[in-house]
């Protein structure tokens, strides 16, 4: 599957259940990306989102012990392989993960690609990832230009794992 996310300088990624920064074009591209495919996520990121109402046109599927209507449970990382064969078994679709910080650790190594927008900036901050940079197991593969949205400069980069 693919990581999709947006990180700071120092790979943080949230706070007090919010995104660091928004940026149109970055929220844009998501869209793009992961429309008509299946996003993973952590329960709280779920819950961040406007209403902790599901993302539309996108299969989504939640990591939780809990029980949430209106979206795919799974308990944890062997239901989820299990429940991912049974809605995608020709892998037509595109499975991104999509956050946060707690399920991205315990599932990083079911991800082959890193879809990360880097914003060239420090943030306070109570959600992290690994540095991409310092993973052996990663390389950046590809990097945009910078790009700049407000007082914001950032770039496109995309990890492969080796
Ligand atoms: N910058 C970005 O692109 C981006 C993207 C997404 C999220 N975020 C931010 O990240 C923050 C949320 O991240 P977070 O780390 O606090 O929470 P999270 O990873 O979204 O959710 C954590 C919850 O997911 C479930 N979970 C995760 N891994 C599991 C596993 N291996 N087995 C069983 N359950 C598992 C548990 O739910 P239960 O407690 O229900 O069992 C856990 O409490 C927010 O600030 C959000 O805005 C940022």
Known sequence: ????????????????????????????????LTIGNIVIMGRR????????????????????RK????????KDKSELLIKLKEINPDKKMEEYLIGGASTIESMLDLVDECIITYVDKSFEYDAKIRNLFEDEN?????????????????????FKRK
Do not use: H, Q, W
């Open 1 to 32: 599957m693919k990581l999709i996310l947006a990180v700071d300088k120092n790979f943080a990624i949230g706070i007090n259940g919010d995104m660091l920064f928004s940026i149109p074009e970055d929220l844009k591209r998501f869209k793009d």
């Open 45 to 64: 990121t779920l819950e961040s989102l406007p209403d902790s109402k599901p993302l539309k046109n996108r299969i989504n599927v939640v990591i939780t």
């Open 67 to 74: 029980d949430i209507e209106g979206v795919i449970c799974v």
């Open 138 to 158: 990663f390389y950046v593969e590809s990097e945009s230009k910078p790009r700049l949205y407000e007082d914001l400069e950032y770039r496109y980069i995309t």
